[in-house]
């Protein structure tokens, strides 16, 4: 008996694993960034409005909250940025990385100009 719920548990586990991370399809092939890695927040964007996001790529956002800028896509993606917000979550801060509308926060503090183009790799649109 107990190595049958041994056995059962660690392939429910092994299951779990592996459904951990996958690729998702590129929004766009270039982004914006302040430098060649985006390591460096471009500007500080408050939501105007909440955001319920479709799939993984993309980060919610409620309404009043700051987010950090990283990178702006380009091209076919041109419509979506990347960014942190800062989430708390039973008292703990977590950030969260992601991807969201550009339509869903306004600018309010520039911080460095996006003149780095970078080429996007699928990590950029890795889930995990």
């Known amino acids: 008996m107990t190595s049958k719920l041994c056995f059962s548990l660690s392939l429910c586990l092994?299951?779990?694993?592996?459904?951990?991370?996958?690729?998702?399809?590129?929004?766009?092939?270039?982004?914006?960034c302040a430098d060649s890695e985006c390591s460096y927040p471009i500007l500080i964007a408050r939501a105007v409005q909440d955001y319920y996001p479709g799939d993984c790529r993309f980060i919610p956002i409620?309404?009043?909250?700051?987010?950090?800028?990283?990178?702006?896509?380009?091209?076919?993606?041109?419509?979506?940025?990347?960014?942190?917000?800062?989430?708390?979550?039973?008292g703990q801060q977590e950030a969260r990385i992601g991807h969201f509308p550009s339509s869903v926060v306004e600018e309010t503090h520039p911080l460095m100009e996006a003149s780095t183009e970078v080429r996007t790799t699928k990590w950029d649109f890795y889930c995990y």
């Open 14 to 32: 092994l299951m779990a694993s592996s459904e951990a991370g996958r690729q998702m399809p590129k929004l766009a092939d270039k982004k914006l």
């Open 62 to 90: 409620r309404q009043g909250q700051l987010v950090y800028v990283y990178a702006m896509l380009k091209d076919t993606g041109n419509l979506f940025w990347a960014g942190t917000v800062q989430d708390s979550y039973y």
